[in-house]
Structures are given as C-alpha cells and as structure tokens.
C-alpha cells in the first residue's frame, strides 16, 4: 500500500496513521471523560497497584501492543483475532486493575 502524498515525509501508511489517529482520540475521550465525570481518584486494583483512568488506558495500550506483536510472530495476518484478545483485555484492565 502506497502512502498518501502528504504522508510521505515518513514511511507512514494509512493504517499507521490510523494507529496514531486511534491513540489521539483514545487521548481525548479521556479528557472529554474527566472533564464531564471528574474522579479519577486512584483505585485499588486486582495488581495491588493505586492505578487511575489514564493508568489503566497507558497499561491497556501497552498490553494491547504485546498481544498484537505476540500474535503477529506466532500466526500471522489476519489481525481480526487480537484485536479481539485486545478489546477484551481492556475492558477487564478498566473493570479489575
């Protein structure tokens, strides 16, 4: 897949960008979040970690980027699969850790 003109400063691809675009939005979702539901006091999780809302996002995007490596090394394309190992493993850091 080519890279759009404007994009070709970099070796950037669409689904970079959209990589990049993803984590941007994932960074404003929290911020709408905090803004109109204030209380991102630390919780006592299930790691006996005192974790907060953009702690558990950083710890569920780090995880995220383990499970699609770990998939890509060990299967291969299609990435359907950890995308929904990763969604899961981030709705149960934001519910348990």
Request: with cysteine; proline share 6%; net charge negative.
């Amino acid at each position: 897949m080519e890279a759009a003109p404007f994009l070709s400063w970099m070796a950037w691809t669409w689904p970079t960008a959209a990589f990049f675009l993803f984590i941007f939005l994932c960074l404003v979702g929290m911020s709408v979040w905090e803004y109109y539901a204030p209380g991102g006091d630390p919780r006592h999780g299930i790691l006996g970690l005192d974790t907060t809302r953009g702690d558990r996002l950083f710890i569920s995007l780090l995880g995220s980027a383990f499970i699609f490596l770990a998939w890509l090394g060990l299967v291969g394309t299609p990435l359907w699969g950890p995308l929904v190992i990763a969604l899961v493993y981030a709705f149960a850091v934001f519910r348990w850790v």
